[in-house]
């Protein structure tokens, strides 16, 4: 098993910034961030692997940026430029290579709104 510690969401107006991060139990090969807005499906936001391979969806690229620490087996996302339609609850998740699921957090609240 695998434990995820989430932190660092909250209410930001449009224009601003936001950091989470996620602290994982032990070591895994790739760490990322998905968001669920109500109604909609939970999406890739961006992921990481432990070799700094990187993805991002395309609607972030350009403002959010995923990094990792990989001796603090912790994983961050820095989001710029926040815009309403990035509400959602984001959910830290952590697997091993050519896993499907893997591991999830409980996730955070992130609310864009003036």
């Known amino acids: 098993q695998v434990q995820l510690v989430e932190s660092g969401g909250g209410l930001v107006q449009p224009g601003g910034s936001l950091r989470l991060s996620c602290v994982a139990s032990?070591?895994?090969?790739?760490m990322g961030w998905y968001r669920q807005a109500p109604g909609n499906q939970r999406e890739l936001v961006a992921a990481v692997t432990s070799t700094g391979t990187r993805n991002y969806a395309n609607s972030v690229k350009g403002r959010f940026t995923i990094s990792r620490d990989n001796a603090k087996n912790t994983v961050y996302l820095q989001m710029n430029s926040l815009k309403p339609e990035d509400t959602a609850v984001y959910y830290c998740?952590?697997?091993?290579?050519?896993?499907?699921?893997?591991?999830w957090g409980q996730g955070t609240q992130v609310t864009v709104s003036s």
């Open positions: 032990r070591s895994m090969f790739t």
């Open positions: 998740n952590a697997k091993a290579p050519f896993e499907l699921g893997g591991y």
